[in-house]
């Protein structure tokens, strides 16, 4: 009798270990993911109010919503998706993709313009959903990983959004190709260390057209830019991008917001198929012209 209640006290207790020990395993694989995610509240309601999804030019869509932009790039072996926006527009997206006549579940690459919450809060979701595959600019991938708690700027805030983990790594100039479409990803930091725009030419009935998803330099941090120790280096990206930027040709442009290319001014919703409502280039130098200034009055140096 005492062996067998001794074995099972044992038993018992090498159960309770092995629980204790797979907890551990588990923390210590899922750090981030133990942290409660918490999106900022209080942001402005055009970031999630909807609009109607259309098509830019070819094979570019416009999945996002009215201030926040995601582009839907159809392929004839799947799509790929940039941007997701808040966490909580994942249904919004997926009727966007669905009002076009596409389909979430075709999404096979998942791109990012920049890792900041309202651009990546659903792509943890969308990325379980479709099994995509997420390909994110080395820089931003960390902070990708962590929810953004390792953002030089956001950071303070803790875990933002739902952490993914890349599966391939992306660097300036590098090709993403699906199908018969080609993107080329240029690394334009500042905003975030790993922040992209991304070229892709595509084409109608009637023409080709070289397009840019910008991702423009705004500045958000109030602190001095020496004043940064995670990011020593923020000066100097800065001026980088906007040298970048200001040199690019391309017929159309669009960007991570809609308010910076001036979506709602330049077309009504509903409005037929047209192109070159976002050529614009006129508005596009203005605003690299603008971004100049803010940087200068930023630095105190009277160029770049
Ligand atoms: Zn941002």
Known sequence: MRNIWGNMRNKRAAFLQTGIVLLFLFIAEHPVSAQRVKEPENVPADWSAPYPPFRIAGNLYYVGTHELTCYLVATDKGNILINTGLAGSLPLIKNSIERLGFRLKDTKILLTSQVHYDHVGAMAAIKQLTGARMMVNAKDAPVLADGGRSDYELGGLGVQFKPVQADRLLYDEDTIALGNTCLILLHHPGHTKGSSSFLV?????????????????????????????????????????????????????????????????????????????????????????DLYGAYREKTGQKDP
Not at 260 to 267: G, S, V
Not at 270 to 286: I, M, Q, W
């Open 201 to 289: 030419t595509t084409k109608d009935e009637k023409r080709s057209y070289r397009v840019l998803i910008a991702n423009i330099p705004t500045i958000i941090t109030r602190r001095p830019f020496d004043a940064i120790p995670a990011y020593p280096d923020i000066a100097r990206d800065y001026a980088y991008t906007l040298e970048s930027l200001k040199h690019l040709s391309f017929d159309l442009w669009v960007a991570a917001h809609a308010s910076q290319f001036k979506l709602t001014e330049k077309r009504m919703p509903g409005s037929p198929y047209d192109p070159l409502v976002f050529a614009d280039r006129k508005a596009y130098d203005t605003l690299i012209h």
